[in-house]
């Protein structure tokens, strides 16, 4: 397999890899890089906000200093990563198209597929807002909402709640819960009211 070019000049103070590491970067460790989904890099290299260049069989590399620049434009001296959302659901499908959109619109997205995922990533680090499915196995959004509450206080992390239940509105308002979206959703409704509670 043929190697890249490597670009020799750097500006001073851009972040570098240790010494060999080539300037050509392949979309995972781009992804990693960025901090971001590897599917949100490759929407971001669709739509142009980042240059990818293509390997003969096909796979995308990204030139470092290209994505040095691109967190230079996403915010210089600040992390490049927006409000953390708390996503659970048992639904992947939900979470990955819910995921993509959050992340085009500058949010930093962490997955959980039940509440005792939930619970254990609300652990590691406290997000900035929660994303909560109401029906779900074993443990439901009901039962997660009020184990935040009694862990974190009540309205602390702001919690929208989503479900198909008509009369779930209500009783997520009554629950303390900041939002609520029905399902099957508006993706857009669902965008707007992350946006109000936390703006990116």
């Not at 992340?103 to 590691?124: F, I, Q």
């Not at 939002?179 to 946006?195: C, H």
Request: glycine share 10%; aromatic share 6%.
């Amino acid at each position: 397999m043929g190697r890249f070019a490597v670009v020799a000049t750097r500006e001073p103070g851009a972040r570098r890899a240790a010494s060999g590491d080539s300037d050509w970067l392949t979309l995972g460790q781009a992804a990693k890089f960025l901090g971001v989904a590897q599917s949100t890099i490759r929407k971001w290299s669709d739509v142009g906000r980042v240059p990818a260049f293509y390997t003969p069989g096909g796979h995308r590399r990204y030139k470092r200093h290209d994505l040095e620049a691109f967190l230079e434009r996403s915010g210089p001296g600040k992390p490049a990563r927006g409000p953390l959302v708390l996503l659970v659901d048992d639904d992947a499908q939900v979470r990955e198209v819910v995921r993509i959109n959050l992340e085009m619109e500058g949010y930093a997205v962490r997955e959980a597929a039940n509440a005792e995922d939930g619970l254990e990533a609300l652990e590691d680090e406290a997000p900035d807002l929660i994303l909560l499915d109401v029906m779900m196995p074993q443990v439901d959004g009901w039962e997660m909402l009020r184990r935040v509450q009694e862990r974190h206080g009540v309205g602390s992390i702001p919690v929208v709640m989503f479900s198909g239940q008509i009369d779930a509105r209500n009783e997520a308002a009554q629950r303390g819960a900041q939002g609520f979206v029905g399902k099957p959703f508006d993706l857009r409704a669902l965008i707007e009211q992350t946006k109000q509670i936390v703006p990116a």
